[in-house]
Nanobody, 126 residues
């Protein structure tokens, strides 16, 4: 069982940056693909970004060039650096994980992830 705890959300103005963190309890964290998925009010969950220990990453088009996902395997932590925030980025951001041996595997759908955090709210005001 893997436990994920997100932090770093908050209320910010458009244009600023914010960094989310997710601490994992996984014993072999480096073997997990890690992702961020968000859910805006009244909408379905949306994939944001994913990363492997190999450095392989994947992003949804709407955040490319603004968001950066990274991880620190020594600290079992994954980060989401969000820049140039827009009101449409307002959502609950969830950290998610799945165990997979392939270095290139970066799941981009909700169904591919096995473990989820409780979510952290990000609100961007205009």
């Amino acid at each position: 069982q893997v436990q994920l705890v997100e932090s770093g959300g908050g209320l910010v103005q458009a244009g600023v940056s914010l960094r989310l963190s997710c601490a994992a309890s996984a014993r072999t964290f480096s073997n997990y693909a890690m992702g961020w998925i968000r859910q805006a009010p009244g909408k379905e969950r949306e994939f944001v970004a994913a990363i492997r220990s190999s450095g392989y990453t994947k992003y949804v088009d709407s955040v490319k060039g603004r968001f950066t996902i990274s991880r620190d395997d020594a600290k079992s932590t994954v980060f989401l650096q969000m820049g140039s925030l827009k009101p449409e980025d307002t959502a609950v951001y969830y950290c998610a994980a799945v165990f997979h041996s392939s270095w290139w595997y970066t799941p981009s759908t909700e169904a591919e992830y096995d473990y989820w955090g409780q979510g952290t709210q990000v609100t961007v005001s205009s």
